[in-house]
């Protein structure tokens, strides 16, 4: 079945460093890929999103990156702040027809010292 | 954005008995929308895709007649959880979108525990 392995599991890093995430997808015909910023107890908020016909996408301090080829897409944070602390999860938009069932990576907690 | 709402946010109930959690799209009409269960510190983990007027999709390793779907009109999703166990315990969450390759809108969530 459809499967989305997403290292590290935990990242820790110092205040204006940067922060990459990784992901691989195996279906191949997956074609949105979005990356979710989720604090305790609360609902996955999305923090940006790419779709398989662009390589690269930014908004500001985030940037994601696709490489359809090899099935990789990363999520890149650049100068970190102690707010940037959550768990942050990578998705594929899997199964066929645009059903719209995303399976999630399993999570990175990211923490950011002041 | 879209706005899903979830109903309710905390629920304790005992051993046994059923629970019902609403997901509701409140600006958009949605044929399908998806249940997920979150346990502590693990990912999402989908559970079945709810359809608008037939019946829900099941993700293998999930028990239809435990988790009970019914998506009866284009803004209503529910699911009942039957006989709960503290197993069930967990997190509860569900999404919407416009369809294709378009951002999911996701409830609060619904924190289930059953003692």
């Known amino acids: 079945g459809e499967n989305v392995e997403q290292h590290p599991s935990t990242l820790s890093v110092q205040e204006g460093d940067s922060a990459v995430i990784k992901c691989t997808y195996s279906?191949?015909?997956?074609?949105?890929f979005p990356w979710y910023k989720q604090e305790l107890g609360k609902r996955p908020q999305l923090i940006i999103d790419?779709?398989?016909?662009?390589g690269e996408k930014k908004d500001q301090r985030i940037a994601v990156t696709l490489n359809k080829t090899a099935k990789h897409f990363s999520l890149h944070i650049t100068e970190t702040q102690p707010e940037d602390s959550a768990v942050y999860f990578c998705a594929a938009l899997g199964g066929s027809g645009n059903t719209g069932k995303l399976i999630f990576g399993q999570g990175t907690t990211l923490q950011v010292k002041p | 954005g879209a706005v899903v709402s979830q109903h309710p946010s905390r629920v304790i109930c005992k051993s046994g008995t059923s629970v019902k959690i609403e997901c509701r799209s409140l600006?958009?009409?949605?044929?399908?929308m998806f249940w997920y269960r979150q346990f502590p510190k693990q990912s999402l983990m989908l559970m079945a895709t709810s359809n608008e007027g037939s019946k829900a999709t099941y993700e293998q390793g999930v028990e239809k007649d435990k988790f009970l779907i019914n998506h009866a009109s284009l803004t209503l999703s529910t699911l009942t959880v039957t006989s709960a166990h503290p197993e069930d315990s967990s997190f509860y969450i569900c999404s919407a979108s416009y369809g294709g390759l378009t951002e999911a809108f996701f409830g609060q969530g619904t924190r289930l525990t059953v003692v």
């Open positions: 279906d191949s015909a997956s074609n949105y």
């Open positions: 600006d958009f009409q949605a044929t399908t």
């Open positions: 790419i779709r398989s016909n662009v």
